[in-house]
């Protein structure tokens, strides 16, 4: 069972749509990223959360730790958020610390 | 600019011919990692490194060493490459402990192992 789940896998939304991005994980968790991986193959980081909601733009993360859950807002979508975000995780079990364990990302299109 | 290096960009190379694919950093960050991007597999970390003289295995370090003798630089060696570790990888840096800070990621290397 992978203990970094996202979704959906795949997602294809016409400009200035809302879209949302789910990650889920089955382990305790210090902290969680949101990366965004552009079609060259290029990855930044857009979010570090470990409670609550931050906001960057049109994008919102937000992580409820209760429910080992967080999700990627991006309001007025455009077709420059096409993309595949991924979601990583620092856990309390499963290695020592500084391991990562990192989802298998969604695909994001945006079409005008 | 602040930025993460990685060179090569593309390699293609053998089985068995030893191979190191740089990795530097210009932020003074104490945090560095390698990791593998595969289809299907999602991004999987190799090693990374607290600080200088400071490594410690991910969940995928076999076929793999690496080093850290200066702060700026954490070289990704392959001794004998063989075709399964034909993938891209990505050198990342951060401050301090590593998660807790933005991750900064290298442009990727793209090796093929024949």
Redesign the interface.
Same mark, same amino acid.
């Not at chain 1, 193959?41 to 980081?45: E, F, K, L, Q, R």
């Not at chain 2, 402990?97 to 990621?105: I, K, L, M, T």
């Given at each position: 069972k992978n203990e970094v789940e996202q979704s959906p896998q795949n997602l294809t939304a016409q400009e200035g749509e809302f879209i949302t991005i789910n990650c889920s994980y089955s382990v305790g968790i210090?902290?969680l990223?949101w990366?965004q991986q552009h079609p060259g %193959? %290029?990855?930044?980081?857009l979010f570090?959360l470990?409670s609550g909601k931050k906001k960057h733009g049109r994008l919102i993360a937000t992580i409820n730790i209760q429910e080992k859950h967080s999700s990627l807002h991006i309001t007025a979508s455009h077709p420059r958020d096409s993309a595949v975000y991924?979601c990583?995780v620092?856990g309390w079990f499963g %290695?020592?610390?500084?391991?990562?364990?990192?989802?298998?990302?969604t695909k994001l299109s945006v079409k005008p | 600019e602040a930025q993460v290096t990685q060179n090569p960009r593309y390699l293609i190379t053998v089985t068995g011919k030893k191979l190191t694919v740089t990795c530097s950093q210009n932020m003074n960050h104490e945090?560095m990692?390698w990791y593998r991007q595969d289809p299907?597999?999602?991004?999987?970390?190799i090693y990374?490194s607290?600080n200088v003289e400071v490594t410690?295995k991910?969940?995928v370090p076999e076929g793999y060493k690496v080093s850290r003798k200066e702060k700026r630089n954490f070289p990704l060696i392959l001794e004998s490459p063989s075709p399964n570790q034909t993938s891209?990888y *990505?050198c990342?840096s951060s401050a301090g402990?590593? *998660?807790?800070?933005?991750?900064? *990621?290298g442009?990727?290397t793209r090796l093929t192992v024949t």
């Open positions: 210090s902290a990223h990366l %193959g %290029g990855i930044v980081s570090m470990s991924i990583a620092k %290695g020592s610390q500084g391991n990562l364990i990192f989802g298998k990302g | 945090y990692s299907g597999l999602g991004l999987r970390q990374y607290m410690d991910g969940d891209l *990505f990342a402990q590593g *998660f807790y800070h933005e991750q900064y *990621f442009p990727g």
